[in-house]
């Protein structure tokens, strides 16, 4: 059985700090891409951070330079670092696995066979 589980989310002031977790179970973690997706209330899932085996690493444009995606191969984790946090950045954060990904479509949610239940992450103003 896969299992992703996401820990790490709270409440946290603008210009602050949370760093999200990620455990996988049940694959052969580093063989699969490992992406974080967040869905806002109101708005569709978007793409937040990937990462693939290799350590490449990518980034949406509202994330760039604050958000940094890692992972642990060792421990079988992939970890999300977010700094300087805006009220924006609210949502539900997910942590997806990536079997057999595809050049230049790692901000797909499609892409993705395997979903966490989501780490909820609320920043005040």
């Known amino acids: 059985q896969v299992q992703l589980v996401e820990s790490g989310g709270g409440l946290v002031q603008a210009g602050g700090s949370l760093r999200l977790s990620c455990a996988a179970s049940?694959?052969?973690?580093?063989?699969?891409?490992m992406g974080w997706f967040r869905r806002a209330p109101g708005k569709e899932r978007e793409f937040v951070a990937a990462?693939?085996?290799?350590?490449?690493?990518y980034y949406a444009d509202s994330v760039k330079g604050r958000f940094t995606i890692s992972r642990d191969n060792t421990k079988n984790t992939v970890d999300l670092q977010m700094l300087s946090l805006k009220p924006e950045d609210t949502a539900v954060y997910y942590c997806a696995a990536d079997r057999f990904p595809v050049l230049g479509r790692h901000y797909d949610s499609r892409q993705y066979e395997y979903w966490g239940q989501g780490t909820q992450v609320t920043v005040s103003s």
């Open positions: 049940g694959l052969t973690f580093s063989m699969y891409g």
């Open positions: 990462i693939r085996w290799s350590d490449s690493t």
